[in-house]
Antibody
Framework: QVQLVQSGTEVRKPGASVRVSCKTSGYSFTSYEINWVRQAPGRGLEWMGWMNPSTGNTGYAQRFQGRVTMTWNTAIRAGYMELSGLRSDDTAVYYC??????????????WGRGTLVTVSS | QSVLTQPPSASGTPGQTVTISCSGSTSNIGSRPVNWYQHLPGTAPQLLIYSNNQRPSGVPDRFSGSKSGTSASLAISGLQSEDEADYYCAAWDDSLNGYVFGTGTKVTVL
């Protein structure tokens, strides 16, 4: 079955960087995109960007441009999201999600269980 | 600030039908399919409806989606206690060139 397993809780100081991993199994890694979505405490879901292991392309939400980098390692079927210049309002649960297409749309059909990132001095 | 607007809360008694609205614009809902996700706190979000009205395998037919113009709706019929969760609409936005989520609706079963 399709699984996305994320790395564990992280604590960082303001200004630092964090990298979250998403190890996949149960499907062809290069046939689907991986997206990253976060949820800050008391807030809704927020899309951060996507990466395509087949084409090598990435796309980031405007508000994260310059601070986020999404990469992958095809050999171990893992995706990574690195966020730099951390601020307290980056404290959130970060999710990876598999992106799929059908004839008309784009959607996230499988999700990881989330990684809590806490930014605190 | 999300570009897709949902009511913050909705509620109903067991067995009732609850409907959640999602209002967008021509650059997202008006030109792109809408998806809906169910999110229970502390768990992974789950795809509930994709491409406006399609249910993934395993999603009960109590959940249905529709779209008209720049708005979409999710209906939950035969409401059950396990339906208590947060629900988000979502779509690609051509102006932002990114995926956008709605503001989210918390459903309470009374």
């Amino acid at each position: 079955q399709v699984q996305l397993v994320q790395s564990g809780t992280e604590v960082r100081k303001p200004g630092a960087s964090v990298r979250v991993s998403c190890k996949t199994s149960g499907y062809s890694f290069t046939s689907y995109e991986i997206n990253w979505v976060r949820q800050a405490p008391g807030r809704g879901l927020e899309w951060m960007g996507w990466m395509n292991p087949s084409t090598g392309n990435t796309g980031y939400a405007q508000r994260f441009q310059g601070r986020v980098t999404m990469t992958w390692n095809t050999a171990i079927r893992a995706g990574y999201m690195e966020l730099s210049g951390l601020r307290s309002d980056d404290t959130a649960v970060y999710y990876c999600a598999r992106g799929d297409f059908d004839a008309s749309g784009y959607f996230f059909d499988y999700w990881g269980r989330g990684t809590l990132v806490t930014v605190s001095s | 600030q999300s570009v897709l607007t949902q009511p913050p809360s909705a509620s109903g008694t067991p067995g009732q039908t609850v409907t959640i609205s999602c209002s967008g614009s021509t650059s997202n809902i008006g030109s792109r399919p809408v998806n809906w996700y169910q999110h229970l706190p502390g768990t992974a979000p789950q795809l509930l409806i994709y491409s406006n009205n399609q249910r993934p395998s395993g999603v009960p037919d109590r959940f249905s989606g529709s779209k008209s113009g720049t708005s979409a709706s999710l209906a939950i019929s035969g409401l059950q206690s396990e339906d208590e969760a947060d629900y988000y609409c979502a779509a690609w936005d051509d102006s932002l060139n990114g995926y956008v989520f709605g503001t989210g609706t918390k459903v309470t079963v009374l």
